[in-house]
């Protein structure tokens, strides 16, 4: 059974601090997504991450895979407020299935 | 138009009542999926649609039954539900069923009494 953790599962951090959150998995994959939740709402896709060394960024925020490792991160850098949310990875399983990390809230303090 | 539209936002039912969610999506994605998702938990995979066929169903009571009438719309048929059924259905979209990238709706939340 693939198992996909994540840590921390709870952040707070300053605004302007830079963090990491880390989500391991349990068997080989080589695509790893990560999504955004704000309370109540619906996920927003982040990244989509399809090989060994992959690496994304969209503004404060970038995604690295390594795949031998099975190790993702999702790197935070000069956190603003906005950014509080939470944040799941998801590994696929293959076949359409997606396993979901337990999810990392973050808080982003002024 | 990149969204995947669920109706109703909100729903309130008893244990004895029948109701449907519905999904819409006019991105041509061939690959829709139904998600259940509890309080601070991360969603499940409930079911899987590809190509208009079920292709997975992950041991979901009978309770819930899923139909997609046609590639663009999904429904979840809802009857006898138990009041820990309680939790924010979640409709998704791919363009195929590799699942690439997931859109997903901004979900149903369900709560039976």
């Known amino acids: 059974e693939l198992k996909v953790e994540q840590n921390p599962l709870f952040l707070s951090m300053q605004e302007g601090k830079n963090y990491t959150i880390y989500c391991n998995y349990s068997t080989t994959s080589d695509r790893l997504y990560w999504y955004r939740q704000d309370p109540g709402k619906s996920l927003e896709s982040l990244f989509v991450l399809l090989s060994n060394g992959a690496v994304k960024q969209e503004g404060r925020l970038m995604a690295s895979l390594d795949t031998k490792a099975r190790l993702s991160t999702l790197h935070i850098t000069a956190a603003v407020h906005d950014l509080s949310a939470t944040y799941f990875c998801?590994?696929?399983?293959?076949?359409?299935?997606?396993?979901f990390g337990e999810g990392t809230q973050l808080t982003v303090n002024p | 138009d990149t969204e995947v539209t669920q109706t109703p936002k909100h729903l309130v039912m008893g244990m004895t009542n029948k109701k449907s969610l519905k999904c819409e999506q006019h991105m041509g994605h061939r690959a829709m999926y139904w998600y259940k998702q509890k309080a601070k938990k991360p969603p499940e995979l409930m079911f899987v649609?590809?190509?208009?066929?079920?292709?997975i169903n992950e041991s979901v009571p009978s309770r819930f039954s899923p139909e997609c009438p046609n590639s663009s719309l999904l429904n979840l048929h809802l009857h006898a539900l138990q009041p820990e059924d309680s939790a924010l259905y979640l409709c998704a979209s791919s363009p195929g069923p590799r699942n690439e990238k997931l859109f997903f709706g901004s979900g149903t939340q369900l709560s039976v009494l």
């Open positions: 998801a590994v696929d399983m293959g076949g359409s299935r997606l396993t």
């Open positions: 649609y590809s190509y208009e066929k079920l292709s």
